[in-house]
């Protein structure tokens, strides 16, 4: 697979989006233990989790670190650890019930990166995010804290999610070369975040795509509002998926689609994106979909 750039390293140009890993009596372990095998061996490098992914019980409870636990665990019985880049974020927290939340004062933001570095089973975290802005907490007081982070030690790089164009930039002008990329939403049904890819170009950012596949999951809405991918994957022999991430790798060098998959034929399916070159006449096509 092509590489792309996060950070200092090189990481696979598509990624894999962890939040929907359970291991449940639809996901067995097996299943995931494949599915994370699969994505190594078709070059896919880049893990994303969070410290707030995770189902919990039937109450929600016990959501808090499920997810970033489960991988460590797969990673550690694969004996892969040394292959992959494992991003996770901190800021977002589940609530009585399995509900969300925000915090990101000064001192939870330090406990979620301690809690993550344990969870994971490592000495330094590859790429810690800001998972989400808390409007109970301004803004350059959260750059603040992510400043007093990445300084730590604790963490290789920074990255922000769910941020606008100005908070990347304030973030950028206080933490420099620790801050490594931007994960907003982007899809063919997701497109306003098109602002915020030409800024992490502009400033040498990765820019990681959440749900990248938005639109293409229902077939009604995927002929009515997104026909281009669907008439381009029949011309080509391919799936509407693998079409929509090779339209989001070609908006610019610095994206890193991260889909999500929980069977190993659906990360190959995706993994097979990074291989498609549209054409000019195709990504105009696809652009007005």
């Known amino acids: 697979m092509q590489t792309r750039t996060l950070g200092n390293q090189k990481v696979g140009a598509i990624g894999l989006g962890l939040m929907t890993f359970d291991q449940t009596g639809t996901q067995p372990r097996q299943q995931l233990l494949d599915t994370v095998s699969a994505a190594l061996d078709a070059g896919v490098t880049l893990f994303d989790t969070a410290d707030a992914y ?6 929600g409870a016990g959501a808090q670190g499920e997810n970033e636990r489960l991988i460590a665990s797969i990673l550690d019985e694969l004996g892969v650890r040394d292959r992959v880049v494992l991003a996770t974020k901190g800021g977002h927290v589940r609530t009585d019930g399995g509900g969300w939340d925000t915090d990101s004062s000064a001192t939870h933001l330090r406990e979620a990166v301690d809690a993550s570095l344990q969870r994971l089973g490592v000495e330094q975290i590859a790429l810690w ?34 941020a606008d164009p100005q908070q ?11 801050l490594a990329s931007v994960q907003n939403q982007f899809s063919p049904k997701f497109r306003s975040s098109k602002p915020e890819i030409e800024v992490c170009e502009e400033l040498g950012l990765a820019f990681l795509p959440w749900s990248p596949l938005g639109g293409l999951s229902d077939a009604k809405e995927l002929a009515d509002k997104h026909p281009a991918f669907a008439e381009i994957a029949q011309e080509r022999g391919v799936s509407a998926q693998q079409v929509a991430l090779a339209w989001e790798l070609a908006q610019s060098p610095v994206v890193i689609p991260i889909p999500g998959a929980k069977r190993p034929s659906s990360i190959n399916d995706s993994a097979a994106a990074a291989e498609i070159e549209l054409t000019a006449d195709e990504l105009t096509r696809l652009d007005a979909s």
């Open 129 to 162: 995010q800001h998972h989400r802005p808390d409007p109970k907490v301004p803004y350059d007081e959260v750059i603040g804290t992510l400043k007093e982070i990445a300084d730590s030690g604790k963490v290789a790089h920074v990255g922000l999610s769910n």
């Open 54 to 59: 995770g189902p919990g019980d039937e109450k």
């Open 168 to 178: 990347i930039r304030d973030a950028h002008a206080v933490l420099g070369g620790a």
